[in-house]
C-alpha cells in the first residue's frame, strides 16, 4: 500500500495566491525528492533534500525536509499558470523510491 | 544528447495476451526503473534494473518480468493482462543506484480491453 501520503489530493487557487502541498512517510526517508507532472506529460525532477530541516529554494519554489526526515513540504508563492501539473513528492527508503499520489494543482484565472 | 526514450507510446490489448515494453535510458545511465502510473495517481515502483539483473521489486505479480541488455536498455513484459493493468508505464534512468535524480521517459499508455 501507499506509504508516503500526501495531501492535499486537489487544490484549487486564484493565480497571485500561494500554495503549498505536504507530504509524509510513516518511517524515516533516506532523502526525498520532488517532481511535477504537467497534464498529458510525465514526471520531471524539481529538486533533492537530504539533510535533516533542509530548506532549498528555487525561485518562487520553497522545499522543506523535516527534521525527523519523515514529513516534506513545497511551498509556491505568488502561483503563476506555469505552475498547472500535478506535484509528487518521493521519499527514498533503502534502494526504493516510493511516490506519493501527488497534489493536483489548479489555477483559476 | 537523447533522454529516456519508450515504445510504443500507446497500445491496446485484450485481456489474456501479453505485452512487451521498450525503454532506452538517457545516454551514461546504467540504472533503469519501472512505474505503473492509474489514472490520477501517483507511479507505483516496479522494479529496477542494473548491471542486467533485478535489483529491487515492488508489490507486482509474477506477471510483471523485465530484462535488461548490456547496452542499459531495458524490457517490461506484462502476462496475461488484466483489465487493471491498464495504465501508463514509465521508464526512469539514473546513474548507478545511488541517490540520484530519476529522468523519466514519456510513457506508454496500455489500454486492455
Known amino acids: 500500500g501507499q506509504q508516503v501520503m500526501q495531501i492535499p489530493q486537489y487544490q484549487h487557487v486564484q493565480e497571485g495566491e500561494d500554495f503549498t502541498t505536504y507530504c509524509n512517510s510513516s518511517?524515516?526517508?533516506?532523502?526525498i525528492q520532488w517532481y511535477k507532472q504537467r497534464p498529458g506529460g510525465h514526471p520531471v525532477f524539481l529538486i533533492q533534500?537530504?539533510?535533516?530541516?533542509e530548506v532549498k529554494k528555487q525561485k518562487r519554489l520553497t522545499f522543506q525536509f523535516g527534521e525527523a526526515k519523515k514529513n516534506s513540504s513545497l511551498h509556491i508563492t505568488a502561483t503563476q499558470t506555469t505552475d498547472v501539473g500535478t506535484y509528487f513528492c518521493a521519499g527514498r527508503r533503502g534502494d526504493k523510491i516510493i511516490f506519493g499520489k501527488g497534489t493536483r494543482l489548479h489555477i483559476l484565472p | 544528447d537523447a533522454g529516456v526514450t519508450q515504445s510504443p507510446t500507446h497500445l491496446i490489448k485484450t485481456r489474456g495476451q501479453q505485452v512487451t515494453l521498450r525503454c532506452s535510458p538517457k545516454s551514461g545511465h546504467d540504472t533503469v526503473s519501472w512505474y505503473q502510473q492509474a489514472l490520477g495517481q501517483g507511479p507505483q515502483f516496479i522494479f529496477q534494473y542494473y548491471e542486467e539483473e533485478e535489483r529491487q521489486r515492488g508489490n507486482f505479480p509474477d506477471r510483471f518480468s523485465g530484462h535488461q541488455f548490456p547496452n542499459y536498455s531495458s524490457e517490461l513484459n506484462v502476462n496475461a493482462l488484466l483489465l487493471g493493468d491498464s495504465a501508463l508505464y514509465l521508464c526512469?534512468?539514473?546513474?548507478?543506484?545511488?541517490?540520484?535524480?530519476?529522468?523519466f521517459g514519456e510513457g506508454s499508455r496500455l489500454t486492455v480491453l
Open positions: 518511517t524515516t526517508l533516506s532523502n
Open positions: 526512469a534512468s539514473s546513474l548507478g543506484q545511488g541517490d540520484g535524480e530519476l529522468f
Open positions: 533534500l537530504v539533510k535533516s530541516g
